[in-house]
């Protein structure tokens, strides 16, 4: 009588097994369904799913609510049912399109387009943040210091190259209006394009604040 006892225990633990896999399964495939409909190219790294208790099939969950406006990295969501709210989270990632760098870029170095490759891979929000995508952000940039090949880039590791030397001789164009007078002058600082430094004029050795409009050349604004 015992044995027939533990047979029927193990048998009804294993039918109650079965039929909550069925439901976890089935529950999956909805959860994909309903990603389907708000992003594109993701894939489920990872589930924490609840177990649906009294829940006899898939047909009586209702609707899926992911909770978050950025369905990326690990995403809560609810899952409703005629009887009761069920709450469970997934870990979601998304084909990013990521820079890397074909060979060693030393610090300052000039490169182009062919020293680096765009890939697509599989990534969650937290691992692609401030990450350059396309080598169009870092265009006309020198890198800050020395870059690994095919790590990924970010874009603290790059700045806008200093196109003026500090004591190098320069264009002073100083505007009032459509007025535009040419002298020459000297950098008292070195600069970035689009930048302010102070500069001495030649003739008079007044100091100003230009902005630096191209290599050796800057501009004052009467009036500023």
């Given amino acids: 009588m015992k044995i027939i006892t533990i ?13 909550f896999n069925s439901l976890n399964i089935g529950l999956k495939l909805k959860i994909k ?16 799913l609840p177990a649906l208790k009294g829940i006899k099939n898939i047909k009586e969950i209702k609707k899926i609510e992911f909770l978050g406006n ?5 995403t809560a969501l609810v899952i409703k ?6 709450y469970g989270s997934v870990v979601i ?9 074909r060979r060693e870029i030393k610090k300052n170095e000039i490169f182009s387009k062919d020293d680096f490759e765009e890939v697509e891979v599989f990534q969650t929000i937290k691992s692609y943040h401030n990450a ?13 210091s020395r870059i690994k090949p095919y790590k990924k880039l970010y874009s603290h590791q790059f700045e806008a190259p200093y196109i003026i030397k500090k004591g190098e001789d320069v264009i002073i164009k100083a505007r009032h209006g459509k007025l535009t007078l040419s002298t020459r002058g000297i950098a008292r600082e070195r600069g970035k394009l689009g930048k302010y430094i102070m500069v001495k004029t030649m003739f ?17 604004f009467i009036g500023e």
């Fill in 7 to 19: 047979l029927f225990t193990l048998l009804s633990f294993n039918l109650l097994a079965i039929h």
């Fill in 33 to 48: 369904s309903e990603l389907k409909q708000k992003i594109k190219n993701f894939k489920i790294e990872r589930y924490r």
């Fill in 70 to 74: 950025k369905l990326l990295g690990s």
């Fill in 81 to 86: 049912t005629d009887k009761k709210k069920f």
């Fill in 93 to 101: 990632s998304r084909k990013i399109k990521h820079l890397y760098a």
């Fill in 132 to 144: 350059i995508k396309s080598f169009k952000e870092i265009k006309g940039k020198v890198a800050k």
């Fill in 204 to 220: 008079n050795n007044k100091i100003l604040r230009a902005k630096i409009v191209a290599s050796k050349k800057v501009e004052v």
